[in-house]
């Protein structure tokens, strides 16, 4: 009796588990169905994105009329960036495809500067058509080998969760139908021949293969790095410093210092380069308390701070408080003229107004010896070729980098519409709008009912 | 007996003086006033809520008194200056101030309410008050016309119609009637509409409800109080702080960004690299804008930090913990240009990475636990 009642409990605990197990795994087999199809679909979108951007290239090839060319390169820009957004969404962040993506990259970009040059007076060059040619030919490449990838995928049913799998399993050499495809492509994309994009196009250097460039003086070791932080910094000491050297994915040598703060009880962590010594960035790791000097005064230590470390001619062009700390931007003044690419950000904590933060990449990247430049249009013409709906508010002469990566002096006009402010930079040579900037207001705290 | 007449006559002194205070605080210019800072253009607080509601009171500001200097208040600044005949320079100083002081009134305590209801309000004078404030929550809701608002009949309607025009102007005839009544009821039952004004009449009430300005206290113009004066003057400062400060409408954010991008990324560096000093949070921070930049990753905050393997954190959902508020400095910190990181693209935790790829790239340096590489 009482075994058959111990069975039948048994039985019925062994039936419940079962059903539940079972339940589980629908339950995870419909996620992982859900995964699968989402990976599927950006990779369908991609090779689909990739055969428009073929056909289109091939078009605007074809094409005479220039009224027609623009639409068309335009239509490529486009389409580049939508198969970058479906790249981004492949599980491949971890496998170097990267040269495709640059390439990517690359189209858009020579697309979109012939797309809005203005082709009536200034046709593409022999070069540049030459360049579209290439395209076209290295954007059927791709288009075969993805078109490979894709009827595999189909066929032999492969699924983007095994790629998944394998690149997150520490097997090597990554053996996945799908991932050698992807590799293919990518070592063809580099071995494509450099195209020459014509003049325009600027090449691709990061923040600190400038700074490289432009860094000048001579080396310094370890001990002098210290000294010229404390002078930085106006330390008594650096008692208890510790210093590091960059490794070699940084275009430019820098030690990478963390004094300690005894007033705080944190650590101050700088990099300064090693050529010339110059201080690259700082920041105070202290706690910051409740606010107690104002903007302003905080913005006189900035402005000191900049000053006794030889910062000349520096301009407040922005700054603003977040909650305890407040931010300023300057940039370089040149005879009146700002130079916005020289410029520095310095944080204050508005408890004790001490600096915390800097940085100078910018600063360091670009500035040089200028010459001063004269405009040639006067405010008054430059004016004329406003907005007539703007209401301007304040002017001054800028140098800003305009799209193509140059340096161009420009008046530069802040003003209303309505009420929103609006920052417009006009060519003090040409005319020209080189860059209109609406002004970001204020963001509302958006209250969520606690 | 002697003990309790000199008690009397200190008790009678306190009143008096008190008196003397109420009377010097109920007149327009001393109200209520700016602290003593220079405000410029970018800063946040309570003297940027009264500036913005000064300036908008006489008409020179029409944008929304959020406590945010931003430009809108600060061509508003401009504007004033040039037509007061100042120098233009967009920051609101001493004299600024105190020609604002003297052609504008400024009822704190309402705006303040106002912004912590989240009403959608303005505050031009000549106007009654309870037209232009719209109901409770009605700022985050209704993206309407700041004119329409305040024709719903709710919300108040009723607090604010004890309140004239421009704040106190017409209340302060029969305001000290009233005190003059205090000294045989020190402690009385406050009526409604003193509740509403305490700054007006702060020794009526008791300690706890009285929220005086702090700066007021310590203006010199007020007879040195005797030593017994002091006492209540500390706890009343505390509810001030408590309840009235900190009232904010809006939020400095950098150009190109949103708030929800920075929470966001606030998010994806604690759930990163919650445990690392704070450099290394800002570095990571930095990595994700360094992405953001480069032509080999997608182009929004977004799109780089749910990139499919980008980030563990992301991967096994620690992206969805609370940030705390160092998370959040270190995101600002990176967006207004700081990169410790050296212009990495990725990092690893040495200890734990399982991808052999990762190891082929050139290495920076490292920070805490994390190799940083190009």
Known sequence: MVRSVIIGILAVALIGTGVWGYREHQEKNAILINAENNYQRAFHELTYNIDLLHDELGASLAMNSKDRLSPSLAEVWRITSAAQNDLGQLPLALMPFSKTEEYLYKIGNFSYRNAIRDLDNDPLTEEEYDALKQLYEQSGEIQAELRKVQSMVLQDHLRWMDVEMTLASEDEPLNNAIVNGFQIIDEKVGGFAEVSFGAENAELATNDEQIAENLKGKSINEQEALQKAKAFLDLKNTDGATVTESGEGLAYQAYSLSIPDEKHGTDIVMDITKKGGHPVWMLNEREIDVQKISLNEAFENAKAFLERNNFENMQLVDSKQYDNIGVFHFAGLLDNVRVYSDSVVVEVALDQGDVIGYEGFAYLANHEEREQVKPKLSRKKAEEYLNPNLEVMEHHLAMINNQLEEEVLCHEFYGVINDDTFRIFINAENGAEERVEKLANAEPVYRNEE | ?374
Request: proline fraction near 9%.
């Open chain 2, 1 to 374: 007996m002697e003990n309790s007449m000199t008690k009397a006559n200190k008790y009678l002194c306190v009143i008096i003086s008190m008196f003397i205070y109420v009377t010097l605080l109920s007149m327009p210019h001393t109200t209520v006033a700016f602290s003593d800072q220079v405000i410029q253009r970018g800063a946040t607080g309570d003297d940027v809520i009264e500036l913005q509601a000064r300036l908008q009171y006489i008409g020179f500001y029409r944008g929304e008194i959020d406590g945010v200097f931003g430009w809108g208040t600060y061509w508003a600044v401009r504007n004033y200056q040039s037509e007061f005949g100042m120098e233009v320079t967009g920051l609101a100083g001493e004299k600024t101030k105190a020609v604002l002081e003297k052609s504008t009134q400024y009822d704190k305590e309402w705006v303040h309410r106002m912004i912590r209801e989240g009403r959608k309000f303005t505050y031009y004078g000549g106007t009654p008050l309870e037209i232009q404030q719209g109901p409770k929550g009605s700022r985050d809701t209704s993206q309407g016309q700041a004119a329409k608002q305040g024709k719903s009949p709710e919300a108040g309607g009723e607090q604010a119609q004890k309140q004239p025009q421009g704040g106190e102007t017409q209340r302060q005839p029969e305001q000290p009637p009233e005190q003059q009544q205090q000294p045989e009821q020190q402690q009385p039952e406050q009526p409604p509409e003193q509740q509403q004004q305490p700054q007006q009449s702060p020794e009526q009430q008791q300690p706890e409800q009285a929220p005086p300005p702090a700066e007021q206290q310590a203006s010199p113009e007020q007879p040195e109080p005797e030593p017994e004066e002091e006492i209540p003057v500390p706890e009343e400062e505390e509810p001030e702080a408590t309840d009235d400060t900190g009232v904010q409408g809006a939020l400095n954010v950098p150009e190109g960004f949103t708030e929800n991008d920075i929470r966001i990324m606030a998010q994806a560096v604690y759930g990163e690299a919650r445990g690392e000093p704070y450099v290394g949070q800002v570095a990571i921070a930095a990595v994700i804008l360094n992405r953001l930049q480069s032509p080999t990753f997608p182009n929004t905050v977004s799109g780089v930090i749910f990139e499919p393997r980008a980030f563990t954190a992301v991967a096994d959902g620690q992206i969805w913990m609370e940030p705390n508020e160092t998370a959040r400095k270190a995101v600002l910190d990176a967006i207004n240009g700081q990169d410790p990181s050296g212009n990495a693209l990725y990092y690893f935790n040495p200890d734990t990475a399982t991808s052999g790829w990762i190891w082929t790239r050139p290495q920076i340096k490292r920070i805490g636990k994390h190799i940083f590489c190009k």
